[in-house]
């Protein structure tokens, strides 16, 4: 039984420039959620997929984005990158929406390095 | 911002010693959640304690929860090398979506 998987594993990107992260939940899994962590910190939500739908947000700018697939695979999308959006890019996922105790299981994550 | 916050930012023990890590947060919650990390990677989920719960274990640890303070400790007994690592705190309040503190970097000395 596959757990979260993301992909790429490391990323170096130039400021200005668009990233592209994927991940792939847990079998059984229909909810991805997307975390970002800087360095030194906790993570902080920016946004879950629900039914291919963006359900919930966190305080994050439109540049970032995102987009779920009907196997459930999940892309976030980061435009016009900015030095401080190097971090590592953690995906979660979990069961339906409505089970308020679901605990989310969380993929290795992305390190993106913005120069 | 932040939910929570973890107390102390970073513990230092020998191999065999409990470690105790402590979490505030500010709202309602439906539940509050223990994780750990090594070297920056993925998140591990350790256990998961209900609003209407106040103490929870799970083989070598202990969780408790009190509401009205808006607190939860994480007890870790008779620790290992293995343990070292960050753990979080996260919150669960409206939909799913997880609130997590800022961590406590624990460390144990063989």
């Known amino acids: 039984d596959a757990g979260v998987t993301q992909s790429p594993t490391h990323l170096i990107k130039t400021r200005g420039q668009q990233v592209t992260l994927r991940c792939s939940p847990k079998?059984?899994?229909?909810?991805v959620s997307w975390y970002q962590q800087a360095l030194g910190q906790g993570p902080q939500f920016i946004f879950q997929?629900?039914?291919?739908?963006?359900?919930q947000r966190g305080n994050f700018p439109d540049r970032f984005s995102g987009h779920q697939f009907p196997n459930y695979s999940s892309e976030l999308n980061v435009n016009a990158l900015l030095l401080g959006d190097s971090a590592l890019y953690l995906c979660?996922?979990?069961?339906?929406?409505?089970?308020?105790?679901?605990?989310?299981?969380f993929g290795p994550g992305t390190r993106l390095l913005v120069l | 911002s932040q939910q929570g916050e973890e107390d102390p930012q970073a513990l230092s023990i020998q191999e065999g010693e409990n470690a105790t890590m402590n979490c505030s947060y500010k709202?309602?919650?439906?539940?509050l959640q223990w994780y750990r990390q090594n070297s920056g990677r993925g998140l591990v989920h350790l256990i998961l304690?209900?609003?209407?719960?106040r103490e929870k274990h799970s083989g070598r640890l202990r969780v408790t929860l009190d509401t009205s303070k808006k607190s939860s400790s994480l007890l870790i007994t008779a620790s290992r090398a293995a343990d070292t690592a960050s753990y979080f705190c996260?919150?669960?309040?409206?939909?799913?979506?997880?609130?997590f503190g800022e961590g406590t970097q624990l460390t144990v000395n063989p």
């Open positions: 979660a996922s979990s069961f339906g929406l409505a089970g308020v105790q679901e605990t989310q299981y």
């Open positions: 079998s059984g899994h229909d909810t």
């Open positions: 997929y629900y039914e291919e739908e963006e359900r």
């Open positions: 709202t309602s919650i439906n539940n």
């Open positions: 304690i209900r609003s209407n719960e």
């Open positions: 996260a919150t669960r309040t409206s939909g799913s979506r997880l609130t």
